[in-house]
Nanobody, 122 residues
Framework: QVQVVQSGGGLVQPGGSLGLACACV??????????MGWYRQAPGKQRELVAF???????KYADSVKGRFTISRDNAKNTVYLQMNALKPEDTAVYYC??????????????WGQGTQVTVSS
């Protein structure tokens, strides 16, 4: 059984920063073996993959957030993070953490966090 619990997010002005965290409880699983991803979904839009980090620490970002967002993981704490800087109004969305694997590309598994609202507005 895998449980995924998110924290962080909220309201920030354009140009500001926010951090998200995602803690996994994975009884019988090795968290470090999973790839982890952050998705977001804005109103009226499809859910999109924002960033992922492989089990070996390799990261990849959507073009829209490259250079502004940083994904990282702490395997000792079974936690993955998303640091968001220079936020823009178009970053406003509900952000979801996902447990996945990496085979040629990131593949989401069925384990999702509860979602966290990020609102960028003046």
């Amino acid at each position: 059984q895998v449980q995924v619990v998110q924290s962080g997010g909220g309201l920030v002005q354009p140009g500001g920063s926010l951090g998200l965290a995602c803690a996994c409880v994975a009884d019988g699983y090795d968290f470090s073996a999973f790839a982890m991803g952050w998705y977001r979904q804005a109103p009226g839009k499809q859910r999109e993959l924002v960033a992922f980090i492989r089990s070996d620490g390799i990261t990849k970002y959507a073009d829209s957030v490259k250079g502004r967002f940083t994904i990282s993981r702490d395997n000792a704490k079974n936690t993955v993070y998303l640091q968001m800087n220079a936020l823009k109004p178009e970053d406003t969305a509900v952000y979801y953490c996902n447990v996945g694997n990496y085979v040629i590309n990131y593949r989401p598994l069925e384990y999702w966090g509860q979602g966290t609202q990020v609102t960028v507005s003046s």
